[in-house]
């Protein structure tokens, strides 16, 4: 039977969607135990017999498997409940009230990543429903706590619960969107994601009167020359596999593109010269290759000053830093150091706040090939790409541990005034209930080819 679109969960998975959106999983504090058994509540209707792990009061995760022959891999659908604030005065609707309306199911976490959750969730009950014999098993882990980290959720679990949620492939957030070229929708897969290096630097001075500079030696102007030599510092650029492959798939896609993203692939080192190029008919596509190309370092946070009149002894600032695949955090912490030796050695001092490596995973398995099979049964004319994120996701934890790992939530581009809009963490977070259900076919038929 041809893939097709299955009108037919529609009411249902709107319902699912807007009750998870209704429970408030505002990370911090998170409180995901509620919709934990909100998920089990769902799937026991169906016979699943669910687990529940709290790394914490009120930090649940639950878990759910259907059995397979062990012909094949397991499968892991990976997402998490938690989201990120929302301040009601801000939106056009109440963010926890799952309004549906206009054709969107309105509400924070309804695109990150509650309706992920809701098409996962979706797909266990049709798997059981339809008695599909599958051979392999397929987990389902809706978690806790990936807006701050995941070390209270997916991190949790693979720590201390291995045996329940790891598997060889996951399917999880950060891509599937498809980007509207001039024939077609080329469809997303995210294969990789950059690392992570949050840090602080710390800059002493001597403190004095405002009214007599020369007499004290000022912290907020040593930051100054510290923000301005790593916010200045440009990265050598490198290629990697998932990004070669995404800038060949889009040079053959768009006559527009072809010469910068040939060139690009041929002298990645005149990248921002080509890129400055490109910004002239592309700005906001030039900006997001950009960053996957290259090393970023992003002041984000910054204080120092206890009072208008007296000059500073200590100031610090926070940077975020994203590496790449092939890069190492202890390397390029080495690198940020001798930066700094550059502006004050002495009195500078450095602290690692969060670091996560980056991970890539590779396009060629029988997982990407199912997921490129079924997107063309449902659009015969798309194109498939993999892609880095800049941003991470809890994909990082099970890539550590030897899975391949596909940020695939399949949707078709929500335009307005002709721009393809991005509604995650935004003001008014909406999905269309034509991509809910378009997704869930989609991630429906592609599991099933992949585990019969």
């Known amino acids: 039977m041809p893939a097709q679109v299955l009108k037919e969960i529609e009411e249902e998975i709107i319902d699912l969607l807007s009750n998870l959106i209704r429970i408030n ?5 998170g409180n995901e135990t509620a919709a934990a058994k909100y998920i089990a509540k769902q799937l026991g209707k169906e016979g699943f017999r669910c687990e529940l792990f ?17 012909e094949k891999p397991s499968l892991l659908l990976l997402s998490h409940l938690d989201v990120v604030a929302a301040d009601p005065k801000e939106w056009s609707v109440d963010p926890f009230g799952g309004v549906v309306k206009d054709g969107f199911v309105w509400g924070r976490g309804a695109v990150d990543m509650k309706s992920m959750t809701a098409m996962e969730v979706m797909v266990m ?25 995941g070390l209270l959720g997916a991190d949790y679990l693979l720590r201390r619960h291995p045996e329940k949620v790891f598997a060889p492939y996951v399917l999880n957030e ?33 403190p004095g009167h405002g009214s007599l500079p ?8 040593r930051m100054n020359r510290v923000v301005e030599k790593l916010g200045n510092y440009r990265a050598q650029p490198l290629l990697t596999p998932t990004v070669k492959h995404f800038l060949a798939e889009m040079a053959r896609e768009e006559p527009v593109l072809q010469e910068h993203f040939t060139r690009l692939l041929a002298n990645p080192e005149l990248s921002d010269q080509i890129l400055d190029e490109l ?18 370092i992003t002041p984000t946070i910054i204080h120092g000053g206890v009072k208008e009149n007296v000059i500073p002894s200590e100031c610090a600032a926070i940077f975020d830093c994203r590496i790449l695949p092939g890069q ?72 550590k541990r030897g899975s391949i790992c ?35 076919s989609v991630l429906y038929e592609a599991i099933k080819k992949f585990m019969t």
């Open 214 to 221: 020369n007499l004290a030696d000022n912290a907020i102007m």
């Open 328 to 399: 190492e955090i202890a390397k390029t912490i080495d690198l940020i150091k001798a930066l700094l030796n550059e502006v004050d050695s002495e009195k500078l001092e450095f602290e690692t706040v969060q670091a996560q490596e980056p991970s890539e995973s590779p396009a060629e398995t029988p997982l990407y090939e199912a997921i490129a099979a079924v997107l063309r049964e449902f659009e015969p004319n798309c194109g498939i790409t993999p892609m880095l994120m800049t941003g991470g996701t809890d994909s990082r934890f099970f890539r």
């Open 25 to 29: 999983t505002t990370n911090p504090p």
């Open 406 to 440: 596909y940020g695939f939530q399949p949707m078709h581009p929500e335009v307005v005034s002709g721009k393809v809009v991005k509604r995650e963490h935004g003001i008014d977070e909406r999905i269309s209930i034509e991509n809910l259900v378009f997704g869930a």
């Open 54 to 70: 709290e790394s914490a009061p009120k930090r649940g995760s639950v878990v759910a498997r259907l059995k397979g022959t062990g």
């Open 279 to 296: 910004a002239k008919i592309a700005p906001h596509l030039a900006e997001e290759i950009r960053p996957r190309l290259k090393m970023t």
């Open 125 to 149: 009950k049709l798997l059981k429903r339809h008695d599909v014999k599958l051979k392999g098993d397929l987990i389902l882990a809706a978690t806790a706590d990936e807006e701050q980290g």
């Open 174 to 206: 950060g891509g599937g969107l498809a980007l509207p070229t001039r024939s077609r929708n080329v469809f997303t897969v995210q294969t990789a994601e950059k690392g992570l290096l949050w840090f602080k630097v710390k800059a002493k001075g001597i």
